[in-house]
T-cell receptor
Framework: DGGITQSPKYLFRKEGQNVTLSCEQN?????MYWYRQDPGQGLRLIYY???????QKGDIAEGYSVSREKKESFPLTVTSAQKNPTAFYLC??????????????FGPGTRLLVL | QKEVEQNSGPLSVPEGAIASLNCTYS??????FFWYRQYSGKSPELIMS????GDKEDGRFTAQLNKASQYVSLLIRDSQPSDSATYLC??????????FGPGTRLSVLP
């Protein structure tokens, strides 16, 4: 069953703590993305990666870090520098090499709450 | 700054009516256009993609694209309460990132 998995579904962060959100895909997609969504708001791009061992900052990268050591995996770390991390985090992937028909698909999301 | 605009709504339609959702975009070079549905508390799911001018139908959904006017729309025929969700428009130019609109909240009233 192909798709994108994210874990955990809910994550609680304490002050000063770094937390890591997992994202795995078995769609054989080259590109992966992390978005943040605040209540009633649209999607904001945090980081994206088009190939293994390479990634680029999106619009709101400050306070976040990523790695792309495997094609299937793109974990996101929310660092203590991110002062307002409470949000819904969405991982996505796309078939980057499909040209005009490149399509983005989303995982189920992780909801991060601050204790 | 490439932008995608949508009316935030809420757009309320009675059950069985046609819901019309609109989206305009600023990047004239955009080539790919997508509609996603997002239920409250859930992630976006792809409904339709469209790449050329005109209409594309899939069941009760019809996407309409007019590149000259930089306008894409989604029509939902025979709207059902289960269609109540936020609908996101996304636009892409080749080699660039997807740009999402803020979404339109649709409410279908029984």
């Amino acid at each position: 069953d192909g798709g994108i998995t994210q874990s955990p579904k809910y994550l609680f962060r304490k002050e000063g703590q770094n937390v890591t959100l997992s994202c795995e895909q078995n769609l054989n997609h080259d590109a992966m993305y992390w978005y943040r969504q605040d209540p009633g708001q649209g999607l904001r791009l945090i980081y994206y990666s088009q190939i293994v061992n390479d990634f680029q900052k999106g619009d709101i990268a400050e306070g976040y870090s990523v790695s792309r050591e495997k094609k299937e995996s793109f974990p996101l770390t929310v660092t203590s520098a991110q002062k307002n991390p409470t949000a819904f985090y969405l991982c996505a992937s796309s078939n980057y090499l499909a040209g005009i028909q490149e399509t983005q698909y989303f995982g189920p999301g992780t909801r991060l709450l601050v204790l | 700054q490439k932008e995608v605009e949508q009316n935030s709504g809420p757009l309320s339609v009675p059950e069985g009516a046609i819901a019309s959702l609109n989206c305009t975009y600023s990047d004239r070079g955009s080539q790919s256009f997508f509609w996603y549905r997002q239920y409250s508390g859930k992630s976006p799911e792809l409904i339709m993609s469209i790449y050329s001018n005109g209409d594309k139908e899939d069941g009760r959904f019809t996407a309409q694209l007019n590149k000259a006017s930089q306008y894409v729309s989604l029509l939902i025929r025979d709207s059902q309460p289960s269609d109540s969700a936020t609908y996101l428009c996304a636009v892409k130019n080749y080699g660039q990132n997807f740009v999402f609109g803020p979404g339109t909240r649709l409410s279908v009233l029984p």
